[in-house]
């Protein structure tokens, strides 16, 4: 190989790395501080609407509401939460997480937990491992029946009467 050829494969392999480096940090930043999704969620006064929202839903009898939020499994196991119809944001900790997780596998602001029409509701908040419920990975606003765990990282979340 010529030398004009050897200083070309440097360049293009330093520029490669430099990329992979860019990118990384670009996780970390995002996993520590918030994604801009999670920031736009924050600035967003309304919740957003479910894509499986029935267009006339039945009313619920208040018996068949959760009351309380149980973490099963995970650093924080039995721990509970009295669910007051107020948002819940869920993460690793920070000034802004309602409830903090203790998970080294949770993001900052991981996943959020709210209330609509009678109905709870769970949104990732763009992390970086993503939260599971049931088996599904949540990638919009989900549903969440009574007793379905809700997966982040180790920690196992259910909603009980």
Known sequence: MNQLTLTLMKVAFLAVLW?????AVGVIRAD???SKAAAKALRSSKPAQPARQPKAAAPRSRRSEPTKLVITQGARAGTTL???GTEIVMGRGGNDV???LGDDYSSGRHARLFSQNGQWFVEDLGSTNGTFLGRAKVSRPEPVPVGVPIRIGKTVIELRK
């Open 98 to 100: 309602t409830l903090p």
């Open 19 to 23: 990329l992979f480096v860019i990118a």
């Open 82 to 84: 009295d669910l007051a």
């Open 32 to 34: 520590l501080w918030g």
